[in-house]
């Protein structure tokens, strides 16, 4: 692993990221890209604590070998959204951080993210406004609102940084819309389907955020909409309870869209 910074466009900031990565790779060889997004009141440190799971997955071969990347961003004034300010969180992930990558390592254009909480969060809108260019997403309890609009979100789900998450998606119905993951699914539902990026949900029944309401909402849309998707609704499992086996269990399913050459329902086969 090793740590650096650059100057953001986006963000008009420095920005401190941290790349994990396999063995050194073989002569000639392209990876594909994981952009893991770190959720609130983190950084990209969180990649020291994931480092294992990931060193694991990649021994037992149930992750390809991959390059793995996080940067730091903030949560309050950046919750990965594109702000009024300026500042763009969501763009310095979706495409500087990418495009960092691509200037210093050999890769495919195979993409995946994966997130939890307000990383989560983050995940879900960069695969649902890009479908195009990933592979899959894995959202484990996701910072979303059994809602579409803001004074729709209850009262009990604004709990914590929540409340803020849920001001800061936007005053104006038009920009709250754009960072709503399930507005994102609605406008974008056909392209998301026919991308076939794989979808994971999954959120703890316990979830003492009230994330299990948005979690919900989303899957029934996902249904609604008849975009293909796994659903895990964990009984008796908090917000950050299982973290271990939640992130083996989310990268076993990155491992197996990007190395998938299957069918969608042969993809989706043992995995329900």
Known sequence: MF????????????????????AAPNAGERLPVILHLHGAMSSSAFLEVAKPIYDAAWLNGTLPRAIVACAS???????YIDRPDGAAWERLVATELPE?????????????????????????????RQPERYRAVAAMCPAIFPAETSVEVPEKNRGS????L?????????????????????????DIAASGVRILLECGERDELGLHDGAMHLHHLLMELQVDHLWHSLPGIGHA?????????????????????????????GLC
């Open 241 to 269: 309870d299982a973290g271990t086996t939640r992130l083996e269990k989310a990268l076993a399913f990155l491992g197996r869209a990007l190395a998938e050459t299957a069918s969608t329902e042969e993809f989706f086969d």
């Open 166 to 190: 849920n001001l800061a998606m936007g005053e104006s119905s038009d920009d709250y819309s754009n960072n709503c993951v399930q507005a994102l699914l609605r406008r974008n539902h056909e």
């Open 3 to 22: 740590e650096d910074a650059f100057e953001s466009t986006a963000t008009a900031s420095t920005v401190v990221y941290r790349v994990l990565s396999p």
């Open 100 to 128: 960092r990558l691509a200037a210093r390592f050999a890769l495919t254009e195979a993409r995946a993210a994966i997130g939890f909480s307000m990383g989560g969060y983050g995940a879900l809108k960069l695969a649902f």
């Open 161 to 164: 940084v929540l409340g803020e």
């Open 73 to 79: 961003t903030p949560t309050m004034g950046g919750f």
